[in-house]
């Protein structure tokens, strides 16, 4: 029995067997000669079989998956090829991996220089199917296949790894790395699923199939438990599957606080299939719906097809209130295909630094937004990392554009429609009075507002002990934005997991913002807070904890008003 603790970033109950999955190997070839060829050549053709005719039994459900099997065909079968690899073996003696390695290199180098632009655009599938070689030369997996139901162990896994997996089959997901607003780590919250991140060493010490046992809460996993081990998960199990029955019985209430403010509690959502956990939650709209999880494998050939899943969620929840899509976040973590990595991704081509270069994709899903805005009013469109008041304007005046348009091509859309702008960057919070002027709504994504303004990866779990919600300078800048949307007659709101914490409602109410957006189930729990709150003593609250010096006094002082309030955690 061995345990491990990480952080917890969604709570929960899990035991199940582990299927374990490590991309380490793959990503760290060593270049070393080897001192026998034959060997290596032997061990590359038995991984180029299995890897074939594992591909060739594949049968694809959609059109992409058959576009991407047809890559991984042609290049396993490339005679150029194989016919470098073999001879990386032969006569430079590389070893296999490092063989495979250098000629994928020279094959994407080869079809960039031919300008063939469908193969430029499956960058992505040539790297899988080479990462298949790489890993059956390995003798692993090279990827997660969970055709039963079990605990995913893995050292880290991409957004868009993770949404290609059968969900419904994930228990529970453990992962060295990350943090807890990691995307991954947000993707496992919206599905639900129990999930510790950032424990260091798990993926190197779990074996494939054996028992494991967590409690996402807090932040425990064990190894092979002994039956003692079991009963006692089995048992907390129990107790949270009651207290998220007597929390679902409130699902209907207001959220109001005892003196009468209400607090409008929205839902975060990744796509349709989040739908009904919103409605069910009682969430009053949607105040961030990331788009950029729909086209992760298919930014380009996307575009207007997504008109029809936004007018779906348009229709489905603009009875409960505002649907706000936020046009694509694309690039740091979440890196669609063809994007190439950067240096430094979360400083980097992200979001509307990559939609207003490549307008081709930009434009057709403002086009699939303003027809959703004809389905239902409630639709409104949110734009994410805008740095300054002159991005903004670029933005807005190319939208403009794409609405000139679309009137002269007919094309319905509600010219009332509500523009916001995320607040993510410390640039655009502090000149958060200037951006009011030209929106309707402001949401502060504090994920990446606090990434910024405390210069920490949020999903680095060797910095988290840094990545403080209640750094000072983090909740200045909140408040400024709250004042200086008030001042403006603009809606403020968050849409960061700040929001969806129960702990910080007493605060964020306090600091007046007027809408909180979360995952449906965070809903639930944040409901109840607010309806135990006083919104004037939350108001004195905030301010005493203004005049703190630091993020420790903060969380202390914070600690002790919950627990003067009735909440522990
Ligand atoms: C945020 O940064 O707080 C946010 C809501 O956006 P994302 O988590 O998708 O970066
Ligand atoms: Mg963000």
Redesign the pocket.
Known sequence: MIEKRGIGVFPGIAIGKAAVFRHTILDNVEHALSSDPEYELATFENAHRTVLEDVRSIIPHTKEERDMLSVYESMLSDPDYLFLIRSNITERRYTASWAVEAATENYTAALAALGDAYFAERIADIKDAENRLLAAIAGISSEVVISEPAVVIADYLTPSELIQMERSNILGLLLDTGGQ?S?VA?LAHSDEIPAILGIGDISAIAEDGCVVAMDGREGLAIIEPDDKTIRSFRARKGVAARTEKELKKEAALPAVTTDGRSVHLMCNIEGLEGIEGAIAAGAEGVG?F?TEFLVLHDVKGNGESQAGIYEEAARSMGAYGPVTFRTY?LGGDKMAEGMRREENPILGWRAVRFCMERKDIFRSQLISILRASSVSPSVRMMF?MISGLEELLEVLSFLDEVKDECRKKGIAFDENMKIGTMI?TPSAAITADLLADYVDFMSV?????IQYTIAVDRGNEKTQHLYRPLHPAVLRLMKYVVEAGKGKGVTVSI???MAGYAEYTPLLVGLGFDELSMTAHSILEVRKRVRTLSAESCADFADNVLSLRDATSIEQALKEYNGKTGYSK
Request: with cysteine; proline share 6%.
């Open positions: 607003t995307h947000i961030l990331r976040d994410p993510e994504g504090t994920n990446d507002l849409c960061g997991e």
